[in-house]
């Protein structure tokens, strides 16, 4: 990413009014960077506005006022076909590729590389390859979409953002349907591709702990504090934000605790850890 990596400047996220619903402001006066090299892990309640903030940095939504900048330059003076090239993302939404095979889906990833003949050279098929070795799914290369798994389609689709050969790459919530060792290696991947491709990773997820543990940066976004009061971005270094995400994410009896990262429930006699 030329070193300036993807940043956020005073951005507010939301969606506009329309005729009968008023406009939803989530989150405003947004301030940060995700940086090359480094795994950001953005985390925050359910419903406080991670997808929409993914959603608006991959161009996917305008923001409701401030800039985006990918490199340096304002989201909305890059060409769709420039912004493919430069942020890959992998959104919850189910991709319906059940009728090609896992190289062709991965293959996909190459589309924005391609020139005005649309065909595959050696290189392209070269990164493909290297897309499915580093994510595992080598062993998977002919079998349809259709007949994955849950978490072997999470890989598959890692796997053509991967071959998108980004400087941004964008997950959201790529962890959810993974068994816990999985979530550990994924997270885990994420981090080392971060740093040896020199690429910015930015993940949605609901790992708090494996979040602390693994990410360079995190962000955290807790949500409205009321109806008519968006939330902002909390942004600093796992062991920086530990208290904030606490308060974040304790409710009724439940508790983070920022020292083991684990939450606890307050029973009448004392705490059981349940994480
Ligand atoms: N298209 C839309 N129009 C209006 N409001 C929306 C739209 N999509 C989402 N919202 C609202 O925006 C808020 C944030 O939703 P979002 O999906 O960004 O949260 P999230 O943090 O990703 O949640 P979760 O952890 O549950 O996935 C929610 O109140 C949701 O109802």
Redesign the pocket.
Known sequence: MNGAGMQLVDVAI??PGRRRSPA?V?AENLGATARPGRLTTLL??????????LRTICGLQPPLSGRVMIDGVDGTEITPAQLAKSVAVVLTERVDAGFLSVREIVSLGRTPHLGVSARMTAADYAVVDWALEVTGTTALADRLGGELSDGQRQRVMTARALAQQPRLLVLD?PTSFLDVPSRVELLDLLSRLAREQDLAVLV?T?ELELALRLADDVWL?PGPAGPEQPGSLIVGAPGQVASEIGAAFDRGRLRFDPQTLQFTVADHGGTDRIG
Do not use: R, V
Request: net charge neutral; no cysteine.
């Open positions: 939301g969606y939803l989530l925050g309640p359910n419903g406080s506005g991670k997808s929409t903030l919530e949605s609901h976004l």
